[in-house]
């Protein structure tokens, strides 16, 4: 406030002087027969001429004073000029010009980025392909280093309160993006604009996905995991899985071979491990009670988690028929792949994790995949997990909305949710990828009728219901227990199909009824 005080008296100061020197030149030069300037109108005219350095030479002064005073005109233009052209060129090349632009863009749904990244650049380019009314904004300034896009951005180097406040709640919420993680994974950064008017989301490798307020967190690792199960499922034929690499990435693509890879009571797969997985271990002690833990368990599907480097395992990558290569680091991933292809001439595909699209490589996970409306804005892995707690709302008083739901109990609801996918397989008959469509899940839905009066079928299709089920709650590392008890993990229910009472087989009917209230919903808003 002070600054801005102190402009306004130099401003004042500066006119008052300036409309003395046009009185005092009207004085002097009246007094003089020759005199051109003998109004207060002439002397301002005068001076606006002089000023602008246009010198049109139909009045000048004639006397001494009048001669000084247009000298100190003189002089004032030259600074004036080079003021204004600064001044200009400074509102050119700054933030000024772009938030004034902004401003006749205030109805238009915008996008700011904090950071231009190859990440940030496929969202920005996915959603200009969805949204036509997209203004994409780059928090950072445009610098020489960088490749500019191909399509209209704005880079100003301001905060998220200042272009959210530029907004000025015209049109939809201003969306802020963080994509970049910081060294305890997740952004400081989003959780700083939880107060804005604006829906804030951050990528996390930590914690929640859905935080109170407007912060949404997003994990790219799940997203990838859970796209690449769904587009290249398990196959019959495929006994032996190796997943180099156990990282983030690497965790994610076994934490969902676990929760929706379940294809039939006689499909046995061995997942073979190489990475650090002592945390992992540590974390989800339970897991053999689902799965055979370094050994072969007839019935069950096998981890194998391997101390030696992949390199070390000849044997095991003859054997394998789908090697997953997700290093964390990128060029790490390649470098596994080159040598793969090198020394070992694996006779399966080798899927590799990579950022970026590459000819002649099986690729996933790339930005162009992970980042896009339907995954971060949308979330639209989560859609059919939304169907279902709406419809189990619907039906239940005081039920939570999705976005109160506590993590674990969103987490089931993910994974069943997620295996839904597979049932429509299962149902229809089908190796390979589906149309997830409501036509596909009511043919899938009348299938599960008929199967209904057949006891071998129903029996089969509730075992398999039942594996999924356990391995979900073994690997929240809960029990057996005779009576469930939430404070220990221990439920009577986790335990061999066969040891289930008729009551308890029949309780996985309503995983496979609920394709039906799917179908009907996906019609409906079709």
Not at 202 to 214: D, F, I, L, R, V
Request: hydrophobic share 40%; glycine share 4%.
């Amino acid at each position: 406030m002070r600054k801005n005080h102190k402009y306004i008296i130099a401003v004042l100061a500066f006119i008052t002087v300036y409309f003395l020197m046009l009185v005092l030149l009207v004085v002097c030069e009246r007094g003089d027969p020759d005199a051109h300037i003998r109004t207060l109108s002439d002397a301002l005219w005068f001076s606006i001429v002089t000023l602008s350095t246009v010198g049109y030479g139909d009045l000048t002064p004639v006397t001494p004073v009048g001669h000084l005073i247009g000298a100190v005109f003189v002089v004032l233009s030259m600074g004036l000029l080079v003021a204004l052209i600064g001044s200009v060129m400074s509102f050119l090349t700054s933030e000024g010009f772009p938030m004034f632009r902004l401003r006749f863009r205030r109805k238009r749904d915008w996008y700011y980025f904090a950071d231009f990244t190859s990440e940030s650049d496929a969202l920005a380019r996915d959603i200009l392909r969805t949204d036509e009314n997209a203004v994409i904004i780059y928090g950072i300034s445009k610098d020489d280093e960088i490749e500019l896009p191909d399509y209209s951005c704005l880079f100003i180097n301001v905060s998220p309160a200042r272009i959210v406040a530029r907004k000025k709640g015209a049109g939809e919420r201003c969306k802020l993006f963080f994509l970049k993680e910081n060294e305890i994974g997740s952004n400081i950064k989003a959780i700083d604009a939880h107060e804005l008017d604006a829906d804030v989301y951050a990528s996390t490798t930590s914690g929640q996905e859905k935080m109170s307020g407007n912060i949404h967190f997003f994990h790219t690792y799940d997203c990838c995991a859970r796209s690449y199960w769904r587009e290249h499922p398990v196959a019959r034929e495929e006994d032996n899985i190796v997943i180099i690499g156990f990282g983030n990435y690497g965790q994610a693509i076994l934490e969902r071979a676990i929760l929706t890879n379940i294809n039939d009571t006689d499909f046995d797969v061995s997942y073979h491990i190489f990475g650090d997985s002592k945390r992992f271990r540590q974390i989800h002690n339970s897991l053999s009670i689902a799965f055979g833990i370094n050994e072969r368990r007839e019935g069950f599907d096998s981890i194998y988690f391997h101390e030696e480097e992949w390199s070390a395992a000849h044997d095991i990558m003859r054997l394998a028929d789908r090697i997953i290569v997700c290093e964390d680091d990128v060029q790490t991933g390649w470098d596994d792949m080159w040598q793969l292809r090198r020394y070992y001439n694996p006779s399966c595909r080798i899927d590799l994790r990579t950022n970026r699209v590459a000819p002649g490589v099986s690729y996933f996970g790339t930005n162009e995949e992970i980042y896009t409306v339907d995954q971060i804005v949308r979330t639209r892995l989560n859609d059919a997990a939304r169907t279902m707690n709406d419809l189990y709302r619907s039906s239940v008083k005081n039920s939570l909305d999705w976005d109160e739901l506590p993590d674990q109990l969103r987490q089931s609801k993910i994974a069943v949710a997620d295996h839904i996918y597979n049932k429509v397989k299962i149902l229809l008959g089908r190796k390979k990828t589906i149309d997830f469509s409501w036509e596909n899940i009511q043919a899938a839905y009348e299938a599960f009728c008929r199967a209904e009066k057949d006891p071998e079928q129903i029996d089969r299709l509730r075992h398999i219901e039942h594996a999924r089920w356990v391995r979900f709650y073994v690997y929240y590392n809960w029990r057996y227990g005779e009576k469930r008890n939430n404070k220990w993990h221990e439920n009577p229910m986790i335990t061999d199909f066969d040891h289930l009472t008729p009551e308890q087989k029949a309780y996985h009917d309503r995983a496979w009824k609920l394709l039906k209230k799917i179908a009907d919903k996906m019609k409906d808003e079709q």
